[in-house]
């Protein structure tokens, strides 16, 4: 599996940004995907995940109620609806599914201004 994440860049605190995670080489349907997130200086974080089957989705506590997590099927595609950005939302990220292996993404870099 390759996923490919985009829609990362730059914006003032209070905006949005809408993160994109395309597979290629094997269907996500069924699989839960997250998004993680690593900001410079820290460890890799949890951020959001929506589960295969049902679609649940689990946040963290700090982007809980402004960040959406999402998926297309049919695109082989989850996203990340991030609103209300805080500057302590700046980080590289990432996603991530569990198949018979852990794949991640490239990561893509969210830079929030102050």
């Known amino acids: 599996v390759q996923l490919q994440a985009s829609g990362g860049g730059l914006v003032q605190a209070g905006g949005s940004l809408k993160l994109s995670c395309t597979a290629s080489?094997?269907?996500?349907?069924?699989?839960?995907v997250a998004w993680f997130r690593q900001a410079p200086g820290k460890d890799r974080e949890f951020v959001a995940a929506i589960r295969g089957r049902s679609s649940r989705t689990t946040y963290q506590d700090s982007v809980s109620g402004r960040f959406t997590i999402s998926r297309d099927n049919a695109k082989n595609t989850v996203y990340l609806q991030m609103n209300s950005l805080k500057f302590e939302d700046t980080a590289v990220y990432y996603c991530?599914?569990?198949?018979?292996?852990?794949?991640w993404g490239q990561g893509t870099q969210v830079t929030v201004s102050s």
């Open positions: 080489g094997s269907s996500l349907r069924g699989y839960t």
């Open positions: 991530n599914v569990v198949t018979i292996k852990n794949y």
